[in-house]
């Protein structure tokens, strides 16, 4: 724990960079989920569909 601390201090003039890194990496892992998740969606469709 100790060792995280420090690690942090030492990073603490950059925090902005930091957060805004940390950020885009959420963001651009929500945005890979896309794809998948409206692939989902068009084979729900496609499948009630032929369902019916």
Not at 14 to 43: M, N, Q, R, S
Request: net charge positive.
């Amino acid at each position: 724990m100790k060792s995280l601390l420090r690690v942090l201090g030492y990073l603490k003039p950059y925090k902005t960079f930091v957060t805004l890194t940390l950020g885009f990496a959420v963001l651009t892992t929500l945005l890979d989920l896309v794809p998948p998740w409206l692939i989902k969606v068009i084979v729900d469709r496609l499948v009630d569909h032929v369902d019916d």
